[in-house]
């Protein structure tokens, strides 16, 4: 009976619009709007800063931070940029210190592991791309052909896979298969409501940014497509890039795209955690 009678008032509101030669308002629908918090799980001690910022000083050495993103949307929706990784082999690798699984670390955040609705990849190092597995619930994203390479042509050849896992690789196809998975196709595609992707930084085959509408405006988090600030203050490229020209491209769009310079965010820089107030241990709100 309710419901008959608020359909018959919502008939009654258009008719009277339209003999009044007035278009009926639709409902309008508020942006969505994140808050941005830069999640540390670990830390690689003494690296190289030549192998993070061309032509950088092969002496100098520094600490750098292992992080995820987490972007709490007003929508109540918890994205996850990047996954982290938790193989044991990697942390003894790579001799990280104060490792904690990104699912627990996020936890930090007030955020459960099941709790993440979703994950967006930029990019498959094993570091970034490694743990998608501890987040139960979360649907996944990454550009169409970074999974395309890196799920067939890369591993055709000996040197055209370096630092992509293959257990990465197959969670992936298992979440593909389970469809989880979401293919993001190409330049400037809004897989979420206030989430952008971009392509060029050329990081690995088709590496990916973000630009995120924050309660600041615009939060560019660039992850791996710009290591530290200095990449930014000297516009050098990354160490490494695929493509030099393509990545410094990509740094020019980023400071048109952030609000502000100090809002486009790096993937390695342990600045990021003194730049920003801090929150929880390890966890440092952006915007």
Same mark, same amino acid.
């Given at each position: ?9 919502v008939?009654?509101s258009?008719?009277?619009a ?36 061309a032509?950088g000083?092969r ?9 995820v ?24 690798q790579?001799k ?6 990104p699912?627990d670390?996020?936890?930090r ?26 987040f ?16 067939g ?17 197959i ?21 979420? /409501?206030? !989430? &952008? ?10 590496? #990916?940014?973000?630009?995120? =509408?924050?309660k %600041?405006?615009?939060t ?15 516009? /050098?490229? !990354? &160490?490494?890039?695929?493509?030099v020209?393509?990545?410094?491209a990509a #740094?020019?769009r980023?400071? =048109?795209?952030? %609000? ?14 003194t ?13």
């Amino acid at each position: 009976m309710r419901a008959a009678i608020v359909a018959a008032m919502v008939a009654m509101s258009v008719g009277l619009a339209a003999s009044q030669g007035r278009t009926p308002q639709q409902p309008t629908t508020a942006p969505v709007v994140y808050e941005v918090y830069a999640i540390r799980y670990g830390t690689i001690p003494g690296f190289s800063l030549a192998s993070l910022v061309a032509g950088g000083d092969r002496s100098q050495r520094l600490d750098i931070p292992l992080m995820v993103w987490l972007l709490k949307g007003s929508d109540g929706r918890a994205v996850l940029v990047d996954s982290g990784f938790y193989r044991e082999n990697l942390v003894q690798q790579w001799k990280v210190q104060d490792f904690t699984r990104p699912s627990d670390a996020v936890a930090r955040a007030g955020v459960k592991p099941e709790d993440v609705t979703d994950i967006i990849l930029t990019h498959m190092h094993w570091d970034h791309a490694g743990g998608t597995t501890l987040f139960p619930r979360a649907r996944v994203w990454i550009q169409k052909a970074e999974y395309s390479y890196y799920t067939g042509d890369a591993w055709q050849g000996k040197t055209t896979h370096g630092g992509i896992e293959p257990e990465d690789v197959i969670a992936l196809v298992r979440l593909n298969v389970d469809g989880r998975l979401g293919l993001i196709d190409g330049d400037g595609q809004k897989p979420l /409501a206030g !989430i &952008a992707c971009y392509t060029g930084g050329r990081h690995t085959y088709a590496s #990916q940014y973000l630009v995120v =509408t924050s309660k %600041s405006g615009r939060t560019v988090i660039a992850s791996d497509n710009v290591y530290l600030y200095e990449n930014l203050e000297k516009h /050098a490229a !990354i &160490a490494g890039a695929l493509d030099v020209a393509s990545n410094l491209a990509a #740094q020019d769009r980023m400071r =048109t795209q952030a %609000s502000n310079p100090n809002l486009i965010v790096p993937g390695h820089d342990p600045a990021v955690f003194t730049r920003f107030p801090t929150v929880a241990p390890g966890v440092v709100r952006i915007d």
